[in-house]
């Protein structure tokens, strides 16, 4: 199956550079693809919004530490490093920025447009594996809880585990809810489990 | 007889004003006295035309002034660039124009391009040999404190890591702008945190302001003299040691070269200084490695009978050039210099006493690639120098 040709029309890039051949060089080759650049330095801009912002370029060289409000690995939009040192401390702090992709510095006439591809690609999966990472930590965090609140019903209804977990998933799902959710609000309308406990010990008694 | 010699240009470009202007000049005046001397003998065919241009510390003026020598000019080389930002700076235009630059000082390493001859240590000329005869004599502990550029960030990465790799701790690491001398906060985290030692990166007017403050602390408590707590570098000069008088007795550096180095080399070299720059009192390895440059060049064309870029670097690599340094070689897959870094330790007189000299020539290694697997080379000393990145000097 062949790729689908990106289409950038009315994408908007920032720049965070100091003015610089670099810039005007970026500027030119996003216009051949339909990315208009704003330049910025070295702050973002004051009324930077990145839901108006598609990708931005940074200076691997002179950035520093606070220049993105964001925390590490967690940019908004794709971002492409713009390197001149190699040396290893900068290469690092630009990976810290969670650059997607880099371009080496000098720029010439190419290199914008698959740097952009490539990074657009990376930050969709980082976007992708952050999600996937935080729904599971939710999940983690809430697995005590599904458990009870299945043992809860089996219990209650004198159901089976099986049963008693397609109840839960059925009454999550009616409810539009997760059914890590569904089980939490169970547990709070039914705040004592520990009788449950009780209840058990009674039964084998 | 008679025939006028051949005018070859020969672009200089040191920045002799700004934040690091004490070593631009001392890069100008070693590259103008080795083109005074080449002129004078009747050794070349030709004479070399110096073209000048300042780019006054400011980063931006250094691509245009290198494109004014080497494109518009008739310059083939330049020997000139401070910074490493500048260095940078230029590379873009000697890729364009086919120029070749010859880049005399120390630099944090990580490039090798084709266009630029670098003449100056890299890390595992400086601050690994610094470190390794520091780290053994004075403590594991240091603060690390450097000028806010690439050069101070990345020499200081670099220490931690051979600081940690030998289960030393940093105390504490301050950057200060380029050119900044307000200084006196390092003072009080230096005395409140007692560091086996203090790494000194800064540059210019603020490594002098520092060492200053340090010696009025020391003049406050005596267990931070340098022989207790030394500040050790690896890039300060003899000039420096001369403005700096009594604060700077006592503290270290490291060089490939030093103006009190005893060798017939040196000798010579010194002879031909008070000839041709006789108002000159005080040089380094800025200025030995500027002149070193201008020579190599010289000898290239000489032996080639033209001037391209490739031609001179072969030259370069294939035969030694004995200077002030000594003997001098160009690596031929890095293009950078052999060279044998020394310890010296500022003394009243001015200048440095020469305190270690292994005398040998540390291949160049810019991307510290051979460095992790001679783990030795940290924890004791000399004995871990080994093949295969050492030359003996004969």
Known sequence: MSPHTPNYQSWNALILHRPHEIVDAVSRQLLHFGIRAQTSWPELPTDFDPMTVNIIFFDGDMGYDAQFPWPEAYAPVPMIALIGSEAPGRVAWAIKQSADAHLLKPIGSGGVYSAVMIATEAHKRRVALNTEMAQNQFRLAHRECLAKATAHLMVSRDMTENEAYQALRVMAMSAQMSIESMAARILEHSPDDLKFGAAKRNDRA | ?394
């Open chain 2, 1 to 394: 007889m008679g025939q006028a010699k051949e005018l070859v240009s020969i672009g200089i470009l040191f920045s002799t004003e700004g934040p690091y202007a004490s070593l631009g000049r001392e890069g100008y005046h070693g590259a103008l006295t080795a083109i005074a001397e080449i002129n004078e003998t009747s050794d070349y065919p030709f004479a070399l035309v110096p073209e000048i241009r300042d780019p006054k510390g400011q980063t931006e003026n250094y691509a245009s002034m290198c494109r004014e020598l080497v494109e518009n000019g008739n310059s083939r080389f330049v020997v000139g660039c401070t910074t490493s930002w500048s260095r940078k700076e230029v590379i873009p235009v000697l890729e364009k124009t086919g120029g070749q630059l010859w880049y005399p000082c120390p630099y944090e390493g990580f490039e090798t391009n084709e266009h630029v001859v670098y003449l100056g240590t890299c890390a595992n000329q400086h601050i690994v040999p610094l470190l390794d005869y520091v780290l053994a004599r004075h403590g594991p502990n240091p603060m690390l404190i450097g000028s806010n550029y690439i050069w101070g960030w990345e020499v200081n990465r670099i220490a931690r890591e051979l600081i940690e790799q030998s289960s030393g701790h940093v105390v504490g690491e301050r950057f200060v702008p380029l050119g900044d001398v307000d200084i006196a906060h390092l003072i009080e985290e230096i005395r409140a945190s007692r560091p086996d030692f203090v790494l000194n990166v800064l540059v210019g007017p603020s490594s002098l302001a520092f060492v200053r403050a340090y010696h009025e602390l020391a003049k406050e408590d005596p267990s931070f003299s340098p022989a207790r707590r030394p500040i050790v570098s690896c890039n300060w000069t003899e000039a420096e040691v001369r403005e700096l008088g009594a604060a700077a007795i006592g503290h270290l550096t490291t060089a490939p070269y030093f103006q009190s180095l005893p060798s017939d080399d040196n000798a010579n070299f010194l002879a031909k200084l008070a000839r041709f720059a006789p108002a000159i009192r005080d040089v380094s390895a800025y200025f030995a490695q500027a002149y070193s440059a201008v020579h190599m060049i010289a000898r290239g064309m000489a032996a080639s009978g033209g001037s391209n870029p490739r031609s001179i670097l072969e030259h370069a690599m294939d035969n030694l050039y004995r200077g002030p340094l000594g003997p001098l070689r160009i690596a031929e897959n890095t293009q950078h210099a052999f060279l044998a870094p020394k310890i010296g330790m500022a003394r009243a007189e001015g200048g440095f006493e020469i305190i270690d000299n292994p005398n040998i020539l540390l291949a160049p290694d810019p991307y510290l690639a051979r460095q992790k697997s001679e783990k030795a080379f940290f924890s004791s000393g000399k004995t871990g120098r080994a093949a295969p990145y050492i030359r003996v000097i004969k």
